[in-house]
C-alpha cells in the first residue's frame, strides 16, 4: 500500500492530530504492513514532521492506544478495539430505543433489542405496550437461543455445524433430534428474513425477530416482538412487515456517520 502525502495541511487541535494518527493506522492495509507501520509511514500520510509524529506515537503508547511491535513499528492496540466496541454497544442502545417505541406503538406488543453473551440470549432494551397481559421485561437477563427468536436471528449467518455444537452443549443442552429441528427453523428463517418462535419460550407466547446489522453486515444484536400467541400468530406477516422496517431504520442510524456503509436494504 502506498500513502499519499498530504499537501499543507490546516491547523487542527491536539485530539483531531491524535484521531488523524489513529485513522492512519486503522486505514493501513495489513498485507502491504503485516509488520505495522513505521514513524515515517505514519508522517507519510498525516503530513507531519517525523520528530512531530514520532512524540505524538509515544504519548498514544502510554496511554494503551497503540502497541509497538518487537521490530519498533507501530499498530492500533487491542484496548483500542475493546473501547470502540463498548462505545458501539451504548450507541446502539441509545438509537435502538426510539425504534423499539415505534415498533411497540405499530404492533402494540412488547419488544425487545438483545445481543449474544456467552452462547445465551442477553436483553439490553425493552419496550412495553402498556397492555394489561403482555411478555414481561427481560432486560439485564440470558435465555438459551434456541429457546427465543431472538437467539435464532443472532445465529443466522452461523455455520451450520457451529449453530449445532451451540445447541447441544451447556446447561440447557438439546438432543440431536431437537437441534435438527431448531437448525431447520434458523434455515427458513434465513429465507424469510425474519425469525419465528411458536410457543417455543413458553407456551403462551410467540415471537419474531430479526438481525441487525452493522455497517460491516454483521450481526451485532437483534430486535424482536414478543407476545400471546392469541393476539400475534394471526398476524405474523404484518408484525414481520412492521419488525423489518424498525430494523432497516436502526440499520440506517447505525451507518449514519460511517463512510463505508453498506445500504441496510441489501443487509
Known amino acids: 500500500m502506498v500513502f499519499e502525502q498530504k499537501q499543507n495541511p490546516p491547523a487542527r487541535s491536539g485530539a483531531s492530530r491524535v484521531m488523524a494518527i489513529l485513522d492512519a493506522m486503522a486505514s493501513a492495509d495489513p498485507a502491504g504492513f503485516p509488520d505495522g507501520l513505521s ?39 487491542w484496548r483500542l478495539f475493546a473501547l470502540a466496541v463498548r462505545a458501539g454497544d451504548q450507541r446502539l ?3 435502538a430505543a426510539p425504534q423499539l417505541l415505534r415498533l ?25 405496550s402498556r397492555r394489561s397481559i403482555e411478555a414481561v421485561n427481560w432486560v439485564g437477563r440470558t435465555i438459551p437461543v434456541h429457546r ?19 445447541v447441544r452443549r451447556g446447561a440447557d443442552a438439546v438432543s440431536d433430534r431437537e437441534a435438527g429441528e431448531f437448525l431447520a427453523r434458523v434455515e ?6 425474519y425469525t419465528v418462535a411458536n410457543r417455543v419460550f413458553d407456551p403462551e407466547l410467540f415471537g419474531i425477530g430479526a438481525p441487525v446489522r452493522d455497517f460491516t453486515g ?27 422496517s424498525a430494523v432497516r431504520a436502526l440499520q440506517t442510524s447505525l451507518c449514519s456517520d460511517v463512510r463505508s456503509c453498506a445500504d441496510p436494504s441489501d443487509l
Open 188 to 193: 427458513e428463517s434465513r429465507r424469510r428474513g
Open 218 to 244: 454483521r450481526i451485532k444484536a437483534a430486535v424482536n416482538i414478543s407476545g400471546p400467541a392469541f393476539r400475534i400468530e394471526p398476524h405474523v406477516q404484518a408484525f414481520g412487515g412492521h419488525l423489518l
Open 104 to 128: 411497540t406503538e405499530s404492533v402494540r406488543e412488547r419488544t425487545y433489542l438483545s445481543v449474544l453473551s456467552d452462547g445465551e440470549v442477553l436483553t439490553v432494551l425493552s419496550e412495553g
Open 148 to 166: 427465543s427468536s431472538s437467539g435464532m436471528a443472532l445465529l443466522m449467518d452461523y455455520e451450520d455445524e457451529h449453530i449445532l455444537d451451540m
Open 93 to 95: 442502545t441509545k438509537l
Open 39 to 77: 514513524v515515517a509511514d505514519v508522517a507519510r500520510v498525516v503530513g507531519r514532521e517525523k520528530s512531530v509524529v514520532s512524540r505524538q506515537l509515544k504519548s498514544l503508547l502510554e496511554t494503551g492506544m497503540v502497541a509497538r511491535r518487537p521490530s519498533g513499528r507501530y499498530e492500533l492496540s
